[in-house]
């Protein structure tokens, strides 16, 4: 079975303080990680893909990596406005996961809050 | 460029009834899915449509039923909702299960069932 867990479950850091947001999986082969964004009363927001270990991927303030066993989401010199559930998720390379062939196992979230 | 769009965005039902939400987006996607999240599970996948006709179980489908008729539309029925149905749903869509495999996800509807 597949299975997604991401620390810590809550962060509250001051403007400016970068940090990382961890993801630990288990999946019998990886198709993709993906990282969302998900803000209170909202759908989540789609960030980044990552396929296999030693990719990155960057996107203003964040960047993602990817090992074998773990992804991290790291926010350089964030902003309030970068407050949210940051939402991590795998696909199985064979299609299947969480029994659903197509669907994603996401983790519990990490909720993030940066401070002025 | 509408995406994709659930109503109602909000429900409330008591127990024994049947609801249904409603999934339609403007992409043409050919997969659909639908996931619930809860407090303390995160998101869970109820079922999933690969195309128009086709659809198959998630992770947590007991108690719902789903059809596709259009590529564009995938309403969820719960045919007697239950209070362990209470939840936020969201419906997603992705381009296909070979090319881009992103999902795309909707707005959500927040359902309480009395």
């Known amino acids: 079975e597949d299975q997604v867990t991401q620390s810590p479950e809550a962060l509250r850091l001051q403007e400016g303080e970068s940090s990382s947001l961890n993801c630990s999986y288990t999946v019998s082969g990886l198709r993709g990680l993906f990282w969302y964004r998900q803000d209170p009363g909202k759908g989540p927001e789609f960030l980044f893909t990552l396929y296999s270990a030693g990719e990155e991927k960057e996107k203003e303030r964040l960047k993602a990596t990817l090992t074998k066993k773990e992804s991290f989401l790291h926010i350089t010199a964030p902003k309030p406005e970068d407050s949210a559930t940051y939402l991590c998720?795998?696909?199985?390379?064979?299609?299947?996961?969480?029994?659903?062939?197509?669907?994603?196992?996401f983790g519990k979230g990490t909720h993030l809050i940066i401070q002025p | 460029d509408a995406g994709i769009t659930q109503s109602p965005r909000y429900k409330i039902t008591e127990t024994g009834r049947q609801v249904t939400l409603m999934c339609h987006q403007t992409?043409?996607?050919?997969?659909m899915f639908w996931y619930r999240q809860d407090l303390g599970h995160g998101l869970r996948l109820i079922y999933y449509?690969?195309?128009?006709?086709?659809?198959d179980k998630g992770e947590v489908p007991d108690g719902y039923v789903v059809s596709r008729s259009k590529t564009e539309n995938f309403p969820l029925t719960l045919e007697s909702a239950t209070r362990s149905q209470t939840s936020v749903y969201f419906c997603?869509?992705?381009?296909?299960?070979?090319?881009?495999?992103?999902?795309?996800f909707g707005p959500g509807t927040r359902l309480t069932v009395l």
């Open positions: 992409w043409s996607h050919s997969y």
């Open positions: 449509s690969a195309a128009a006709d086709i659809t």
């Open positions: 997603a869509s992705s381009e296909s299960r070979r090319g881009t495999d992103t999902q795309y």
């Open positions: 998720a795998v696909q199985r390379l064979d299609g299947y996961s969480g029994g659903g062939a197509d669907g994603l196992t």
